[in-house]
């Protein structure tokens, strides 16, 4: 079965770090990119970041640059995304899923397959 289950999420202060897990089971991540996507209460789903397994390029949303970073451990298939530096605005449930190749030069979530159930972030003023 191909899945993505993530993982790390949690209550941290503002100012504070999380790093949240994608692991790939069921494929291989070779030739897929993976991509994290958050969505708040009332808001849309928003893309994060992405990382290309097919090229190694990266995608960040401007609101996170410099605080986010996206790595992957190909044998261990899987992505990680570190936070640094997080702002209650941050607040949201955290999905990663996978597309073919490469990332978009703004990653839409229709475009995205194999969604993982999420990991709620919770960052505290």
């Known amino acids: 079965e191909v899945q993505l289950v993530e993982s790390g999420g949690g209550l941290v202060q503002a100012g504070g770090s999380l790093r949240l897990s994608c692991k790939a089971s069921g494929f291989t991540v070779d030739g897929y990119a993976i991509g994290w996507f958050r969505q708040a209460p009332g808001k849309e789903r928003e893309a994060v970041s992405c990382?290309?397994?097919?090229?190694?390029?990266?995608y960040y949303a401007d609101s996170v640059k410099g605080r986010f970073t996206i790595s992957s451990a190909k044998a261990q298939h899987t992505v990680y995304l570190q936070m640094n530096s997080l702002k209650p605005e941050d607040t949201a449930v955290y999905s990663c899923?996978?597309?073919?190749?490469?990332?978009?030069?703004?990653?839409?979530?229709?475009?995205?397959?194999?969604w993982g159930q999420g990991t709620q972030v919770t960052v505290s003023s």
């Open positions: 899923a996978s597309i073919i190749g490469y990332c978009s030069a703004y990653p839409m979530p229709y475009e995205y397959a194999n």
């Open positions: 990382i290309s397994h097919y090229d190694g390029s990266t």
